[in-house]
């Protein structure tokens, strides 16, 4: 094995300026046809740009090592805050950035160059902030969203159970109404942020079985019988901590209800109909900075007197990843533009766009792992973090097995 001291230079330990020139969008050679500003406008690749080199100067120098010690970047994420990433599509009366679904994917997939785990929680967060913007009323937006928008204050979403996570419907987390206040009992699993974060958006059963007895509650921590379960040991996502969140007698003000009794289900869905597109465009980013590091050791390191470049297998496999990245991303910003205009195809847009995606990308940073040999299985490298971060997209946000189930519903009804 090669001596420590000769390894290839991507080993992109901590260096600010090996990330910020390994991840910004190319102009020339190879890399030029993934280049993730093609088509977009003037201001958007603006955005980008401040995205981009927010990812490689604040986040990337940090991800091996809030993925090592496990830690909750929220210093960093309130500098990203401070450039309008905390409440991206958000309505700016309440703090938000009032930008479309295409620019927020834009924007996720920048940063998620950077460091993926920090920013699939980043979306998350968005999303929580969007709910509560968009089915809140004026008290409730304005009471929550300044303070989420700034990330002075962390939101988690709260749907997943111990006993439903695709069957999500089938949730047991039940809310007792009791004049002006709600008693809630049960378990959520796997909650992003769970434990550290401040205001929890809860799904929970005010009414009989299935979606339509489903309410949307907003929950504060310190509330009076709300804990949570040990930390989670997770394969990737290390930089953002995941806890079963539990109710025991919880009273819940019913000014706290986002919407209508029973249509708590509805405000989920729709929330998931974006939270794909996001997670979608974290996996984007992933495999775009995945690319980049694969083309860069297949320059610099050589077997059999000459560069891994000159193998024509290795080139063809390069291709192939670069075609699949910019076929998966041309579709995530189409399912994007289709959530913006409300269309009557969006949600199963958002659904084939998840799908696609987050399959293609992760096959992309597992081939990225594979061109680098046995260094691509070191955690020197960055390609095996960016691998471990973006397998779980293909489970959260409902599952691909899921999303392959509402494409072939609305395909096969009436």
């Known amino acids: 094995r090669a001596a420590r001291g000769s390894r290839p230079a991507m080993a992109w330990r901590a260096a600010p300026r090996a990330a910020a020139r390994l991840l910004l969008p190319p102009r020339r050679g190879i890399a030029s046809c993934i280049d993730p500003s093609t088509g977009l406008t003037e201001e958007q690749k603006e955005f980008q740009k401040v995205a981009l080199d927010f990812a490689a100067k ?18 960093t994420m309130r500098k990203a805050a401070q450039l309008g990433f905390g409440g991206i599509y958000v309505k700016p009366d309440v703090g938000g950035s009032g930008l479309s679904r295409l620019d927020t994917s834009v924007i996720f997939e920048a940063l998620s160059t950077g460091c993926t785990s920090t920013t699939a929680y980043m979306s998350i967060h968005n999303m929580c902030v969007w709910m509560i913007d968009t089915f809140g009323n004026e008290e409730q937006r304005h009471r929550f969203c300044p303070s989420l928008c700034s990330m002075e204050k ?3 979403y709260c749907l997943t159970e111990p006993g439903s996570g695709s069957d999500a419907a089938s949730l047991l987390t039940s809310a007792q109404r009791k004049g002006d206040t709600y008693v809630l009992n049960g378990s959520k ?21 299935g979606p339509k007895g489903i309410s949307c509650l907003v929950l504060e921590k310190g509330t009076p019988g709300l804990s949570f379960g040990k930390k989670e040991k997770k394969v990737g996502w290390n930089s953002q901590p995941t806890r079963a969140v539990i109710f025991e007698d919880c009273v819940v003000p019913v000014g706290n209800r986002l919407g209508t009794e029973g249509q708590g289900f509805s405000i989920a869905m729709k929330g998931l109909n974006g939270g794909r597109i996001n997670i979608a465009s974290c996996s ?3 495999a775009h900075a995945s690319v980049l590091l ?13 560069p891994l470049a000159n193998n024509q297998y290795l080139q063809f496999r390069l291709a192939e990843m670069a075609t699949r990245l910019v076929a998966a991303r041309l579709m995530v910003r189409s399912a994007a533009r289709a959530l ?8 199963v847009l958002c659904s084939m766009a998840k799908l696609f995606a987050t399959d293609e990308c ?3 940073c597992n081939q990225a792992l594979q061109m680098h040999g046995g260094y691509g299985y070191l955690k020197d490298y960055a390609v095996q973090q960016f691998v471990r971060d973006v397998r779980v997209h293909q489970i959260l946000e ?5 999303m392959r189930m509402m494409v072939a519903r609305n395909l096969l009804r009436g």
């Open 362 to 364: 992760f096959a992309i």
């Open 340 to 347: 913006q205009e409300e269309r009557e195809d969006a949600a």
């Open 58 to 75: 604040e986040m990337a120098p940090h991800m091996a090592e809030w993925d090592e010690k496990e830690i909750f970047p929220v210093e």
């Open 189 to 209: 699993a796997f909650i992003s942020g769970g434990g550290d974060t401040d205001v929890y958006v809860v799904m929970c059963r005010t009414g009989g079985p």
């Open 398 to 402: 409902g599952t691909n097995e899921v």
């Open 154 to 156: 962390f939101a988690s």
């Open 294 to 306: 694969a083309q860069e050791h297949l320059t610099v390191r050589k077997q059999f007197g000459e």
């Open 284 to 286: 984007l980013g992933a």
